[in-house]
């Protein structure tokens, strides 16, 4: 359990010492990395800050993603122009058909959250446009942890079953279980993480489909990939003689 | 003649924001696994509580070995409205490796 990965804790407000204790605890659970998630795109440089010293501090590889919950796809697209290259990870929880179609469909979104509190059905052009642009479907385990009647846990719990259910067996392997904790006390370990998904039949938590995402999307906001299918493997004065610049991979 | 039935202990760090008992404990962990599992669910897992460190916040729970990972999932996805909080640390063989590992935690001072 190298590689564990929490590919959602969120933040609400930036609370620095929140922040803090949520990393030292993560790095307890022996996570490799985690990426801390917020609904407002406006504090990213000053999230950026506090999650580049606390990386130094307890060894974690932490990303920032940004979270649309919105229902308007004008706003969507918006905010999309303006900060896609600040976040390494981009997710849209969808509330409607019509936003659940467009997250699949840009390019732009890496993640789709699922709304346990609310079923969204994914077609199989949906399933399609996510196979294409290799796009990851999520499931947190907060909602579950979040309320205290049983009932309502069950009826959560079988509304992810029936997105499973429903999905391409070949997608199966990207599905990705994340915790989506707002504070210490939701934290998984990642074994739990490995056994939720057993439990929903799913192959794994896909924590190498998350870290590969988040790499991925460093190396094309920091231009190594400045097209999909070519990666810049070396610079001016670093290219040898008779050696190509740009390889594709 | 029928099978020994095998075993495994798991460790667990008990984390509370309120003084816990061996009985409450035990009833909580119960109440856990029968939340997940129903109660035929708890008839296989037979979660049983072993050993109790008060001190260090540290108990071992024994379990039906092939449902260890039922055990694990119903202490993870455990309400976390309740005051109690379990996480489990390490799953042994022994139950003398497990209050050995037990015995080397450090002393919380949050678990009144």
């Known amino acids: 359990m190298k590689d564990a ?9 930036r609370d620095d010492e929140l922040l803090r204790v949520l990393s030292i605890r993560l790095a307890e659970m022996r996570y490799r990395g985690a990426a801390f998630s917020t609904t407002n795109p406006r504090i990213v440089k000053a ?4 999650v580049k010293r606390l990386s130094k501090e307890t060894g974690l590889d932490i990303a920032v993603r940004l979270e649309l919950t919105t229902t308007n796809q004008g706003y969507a697209k918006k ?7 600040s976040f390494e990870l981009i997710s849209i929880q969808p509330g409607n058909r019509a936003m659940a179609s467009f997250a699949c469909r840009d390019r732009r979104v890496d993640i789709v959250t699922l709304n346990p509190a609310r079923y969204v059905p994914l077609y199989r052009g949906d ?7 290799e796009k990851l479907v999520e499931i947190r385990v907060y909602p579950l942890l979040a309320v205290a009647d049983t009932l309502i846990a069950a009826k959560l719990l079988g509304t992810y079953s029936l997105w499973i259910a429903r999905a391409p067996k070949t997608m199966l392997n990207r599905f990705v279980i994340t915790s989506g904790a707002p504070s210490p006390r939701y934290l998984l370990t990642p074994l739990g993480l490995l056994d939720v998904a057993a439990m929903l039949g799913l192959p794994g938590p896909g924590f190498k489909a998350i870290t590969e995402k988040v790499n991925i999307n460093r190396d094309k906001i920091s231009g190594i990939i400045p097209v999909p299918g070519v990666r810049i493997l070396r610079r001016g004065d670093d290219a040898r003689e008779g050696e190509e610049e740009v390889c594709a991979d | 003649m029928p099978a020994r039935e095998k075993r495994r202990y798991v460790l667990i760090k008990v984390e509370s924001t309120v003084a816990v008992t061996a009985e409450a404990l035990d009833a909580y962990a119960k109440g856990c696994v029968q939340r997940l599992l129903g109660v035929a669910g708890l008839a296989r897992v037979k979660p049983k509580l072993v050993h109790f460190d008060e001190e260090r916040g540290a108990a071992v729970f024994r379990v039906a070995r092939d449902y260890v990972r039922d055990f694990r999932l119903s ?11 379990l996480r489990v640390v390490r ?4 139950m003398r490796k497990a209050v050995r590992v037990a015995s080397s935690m450090p002393k919380s001072s949050g678990n009144k």
């Not at chain 1, 990965?5 to 407000?13: E, I, L, M, T």
């Not at chain 1, 999230?47 to 506090?50: A, D, E, P, S, Y």
Request: net charge positive.
């Open chain 1, 127 to 133: 399933w399609e446009y996510l196979r294409e642009e």
């Open chain 2, 75 to 85: 202490l993870e996805l455990a309400p976390r409205t309740s005051p109690l909080l």
């Open chain 1, 5 to 13: 990965y929490d590919g959602c804790v969120v933040v609400r407000d």
């Open chain 1, 47 to 50: 999230l950026r800050k506090t």
């Open chain 1, 79 to 85: 905010v999309l122009r303006k900060y896609r290259r």
């Open chain 2, 91 to 94: 799953v042994t063989g022994t």
